[in-house]
């Protein structure tokens, strides 16, 4: 006999559904989405159990979102599949249930037991979509997704959990992402306290408690990998072993969990999983994750320097500002709790959305309403609209920017953004978008670094970026990402007093990389680490019989800097600054020998040449930090087009 789980249930007896409240919760109401799929569960079964002999419902949802609640409320009883079953025995109405069908192991056990049983109705829970597996695509499985609870739903749980202070509730909201799970986690770790105390210690509960449960998913995996996946913002296999060690196929298995992503640049880790484990990993490692974090955007660097794909480049460069970026431009592009709210275009039926965020940035601007109208209609004329919509985990709108491409010939909107500099900023190339407007409901300005953070990786991955705004607050942010000011256009669009102030720059493979250069904050840098840039940057600076090992060339820019400043260091009137240079020019761009025999050539003891090899990398290294970070020329005045 096979083992079950007897209980009565309501899905039994009633043709409809009277969802009970949580075990853990009392009496707060159940929330939307856990309502949503017990309807969808409900629909299924009758419908599959109409047109085959076994009905198979796949309950499909991350980890902690509630599965084996809905499979406890729906189902007679649980299988057991650790016993070997002669017989099946199954109730005339309600299903059993299958929970933590998350390994193919796993997998491949309930794909046996379904063929003993040969008909019934199942109930089967997975992270990831069963019809994805091995030996599953031929059976006729009906798949409902059980989706995160809304940021009301988690309020509720947390005041049912003891947690009623309002923002402790807005922490508990933040953090959890929509997962109950985790929302319980952190109301225990807060109840412990008193108070909820710092957020890394609290992620870092709650961070403990999701790896416990993926302990059957990740066997063979590091312990380690998955939280450095997370706090470095995603890592191909290169990355990753080059920070942890990494058994052979260990990177296979880790893309195959069920919280990871592939992403342009690697894996990452799907929110909030990764905030948990970053927020976690900076609490309990400080020290090694800035190490970690200038290890990691060295290597991206490196590979910046070979990346053709636009889009790869900008997800790239994405990431190193993320790792090494000055501390402000940080707080710009990255919220602490990034899952919280989501960029998308808008689409059909999101007029009342973009009404409604216009009016907003009007009012905040002191903008004349007239002309937000006229903008609005001339955006809306175009063959691309170019209005994206920051929302959150309910997918209502909060923000919303607009991101006109910049073709004159389907965009009539860039005639008042541009005005007299039309001609000079299209004839720096027809590619890129140009930033007409920024606005967010103020209660939710949490948003604000996820419209920002689209705005310039869109820009980046389209090769330019110009911003067109009257508001200083954005003329400032936009100063501070290295966009040149062109100048004011001549006249007041908006009626609020001010000219709009315009800003640009281009995004090529030869410029990108002295760009995040100048973005880079000095304290991220440890001792000696411009250092190694460039001696990294030197090995790779040979064009010809360059070996695979010594990593992807330096750009263009770069390589011609350094062999500037190498030259410079040979011809040095100081002996010297002469001989580091000399050793310099030999080794690294004539490749006239090894260390051993350029050191007898130059008649210089090994000690020696080797103080004189590291002196004159340090001296190569100030001169490149100095060109890189010297402040850009301004653009010649423009003349007025009158």
């Known amino acids: 006999m096979i083992r079950t789980y007897w209980r009565s249930s309501q899905a039994k007896s009633q043709q409809g559904l009277n969802l009970r409240p949580s075990a853990q919760g009392g009496s707060h109401a159940v929330p939307v989405a856990f309502e949503e799929a017990a309807r969808g569960v409900v629909t299924a079964l009758g419908e599959v159990g109409a047109e085959h002999a076994s009905a198979i419902v796949n309950v499909v949802g991350p980890l902690g979102v509630g599965k084996s609640r809905l499979l406890a409320t729906l189902s007679s009883g649980f299988v057991d599949l650790s016993r070997t079953p002669d017989e099946v025995h199954l109730s005339g109405g309600a299903p059993l249930a299958v929970d933590g069908v998350d390994t193919d192991r796993r997998a491949d056990a309930v794909s046996r037991f379904l063929d003993r049983a040969g008909h019934g109705r199942f109930l089967i829970a997975s992270r990831l979509p069963l019809a994805a597996r091995p030996r599953w695509a031929h059976r006729p499985i009906v798949t409902v997704e059980l989706r995160p609870w809304s940021p009301a739903g988690i309020r509720g749980l947390a005041r049912a959990l003891g947690v009623p202070d309002p923002a402790h509730g807005d922490l508990v909201v933040r953090l959890s992402g929509g997962i109950p799970l985790?929302?319980?986690?952190?109301?225990?770790?807060?109840?412990?306290?008193?108070?909820?105390?710092?957020?890394?210690?609290?992620?870092?509960?709650?961070?403990?408690?999701?790896?416990?449960?993926?302990?059957?998913?990740?066997?063979?995996?590091?312990?380690?990998?998955?939280?450095?996946?997370?706090?470095?913002?995603?890592?191909?296999?290169?990355?990753?072993?080059?920070?942890?060690?990494?058994?052979?196929?260990?990177?296979?298995?880790?893309?195959?969990?069920?919280?990871?992503?592939?992403?342009?640049?690697?894996?990452?880790?799907?929110?909030?999983?990764?905030?948990?484990?970053?927020?976690?990993?900076?609490?309990?490692?400080?020290?090694?994750?800035?190490?970690?974090?200038?290890?990691?955007?060295?290597?991206?660097?490196?590979?910046?320097?070979?990346?053709?794909?636009?889009?790869?480049?900008?997800?790239?460069?994405?990431?190193?500002?993320?790792?090494?970026?000055?501390?402000?431009?940080?707080?710009?592009?990255?919220?602490?709790?990034?899952?919280?709210?989501?960029?998308?275009?808008?689409?059909?039926?999101?007029?009342?959305?973009?009404?409604?965020?216009?009016?907003?940035?009007?009012?905040?601007?002191?903008?004349?309403?007239?002309?937000?109208?006229?903008?609005?209609?001339?955006?809306?004329?175009?063959?691309?609209?170019?209005?994206?919509?920051?929302?959150?985990?309910?997918?209502?709108?909060?923000?919303?920017?607009?991101?006109?491409?910049?073709?004159?010939?389907?965009?009539?909107?860039?005639?008042?953004?541009?005005?007299?500099?039309?001609?000079?900023?299209?004839?720096?190339?027809?590619?890129?978008?140009?930033?007409?407007?920024?606005?967010?409901?103020?209660?939710?300005?949490?948003?604000q670094p996820a419209l920002v953070r689209h705005i310039l990786t869109t820009g980046m991955a389209g090769g330019g970026l110009v911003v067109s705004t009257p508001w200083i607050p954005y003329q400032e942010m936009a100063a501070r990402f290295g966009l040149r000011r062109i100048g004011d256009t001549r006249h007041d669009v908006y009626r609020c007093g001010r000219p709009s102030a315009l800003y640009a720059r281009t995004f090529t493979e030869q410029n990108m990389s002295a760009w995040l250069w100048r973005m880079r904050d000095p304290r991220s840098e440890g001792p000696g680490q411009t250092a190694e840039l460039v001696r990294t940057a030197l090995r790779g600076i040979r064009t010809q019989a360059r070996t695979s090992a010594a990593g992807p060339r330096p750009e263009p820019a770069l390589a011609d800097l350094m062999r500037q400043a190498v030259e410079a260091l040979a011809s040095s009137a100081s002996a010297v600054d002469a001989e580091a240079g000399e050793i310099l020019r030999l080794y690294y761009l004539t490749r006239a020998g090894g260390h051993d025999l350029l050191a007898h050539r130059l008649h210089l003891s090994r000690a020696t040449y080797f103080r004189r090899l590291e002196y004159g990398i340090g001296k190569v290294a100030e001169a490149v930090s100095r060109a890189l970070t010297a402040p850009e020329p301004l653009p010649e005045p423009l003349p007025e087009h009158r």
């Open 182 to 447: 985790i929302a319980d986690s952190l109301c225990r770790a807060i109840l412990r306290g008193g108070e909820p105390g710092p957020e890394g210690a609290l992620a870092d509960a709650a961070a403990t408690e999701v790896l416990r449960r993926l302990s059957a998913e990740s066997r063979g995996i590091p312990p380690g990998a998955l939280p450095i996946v997370a706090a470095v913002d995603g890592a191909d296999e290169d990355l990753l072993t080059a920070l942890v060690r990494l058994p052979s196929r260990a990177f296979s298995r880790l893309r195959r969990l069920s919280v990871i992503r592939p992403d342009r640049h690697g894996l990452t880790v799907a929110e909030p999983y990764r905030t948990l484990f970053d927020l976690a990993y900076r609490w309990r490692h400080p020290v090694l994750r800035d190490e970690m974090a200038a290890r990691a955007a060295e290597h991206r660097h490196r590979q910046l320097a070979h990346a053709a794909d636009p889009p790869l480049r900008a997800r790239i460069a994405d990431q190193v500002l993320y790792l090494s970026g000055r501390r402000r431009a940080r707080r710009d592009l990255y919220a602490d709790e990034r899952g919280e709210f989501s960029v998308r275009r808008a689409a059909d039926g999101d007029d009342e959305a973009i009404g409604r965020l216009l009016r907003l940035w009007g009012e905040a601007e002191g903008l004349a309403e007239r002309q937000v109208d006229r903008m609005r209609d001339l955006w809306l004329s175009g063959a691309d609209h170019g209005f994206h919509l920051a929302v959150d985990s309910d997918d209502h709108a909060v923000g919303m920017t607009n991101l006109t491409p910049l073709d004159p010939d389907a965009a009539p909107a860039l005639e008042p953004l541009l005005q007299q500099y039309a001609d000079t900023v299209l004839n720096l190339g027809r590619c890129g978008s140009v930033v007409g407007m920024l606005a967010v409901e103020p209660r939710f300005a949490r948003a």
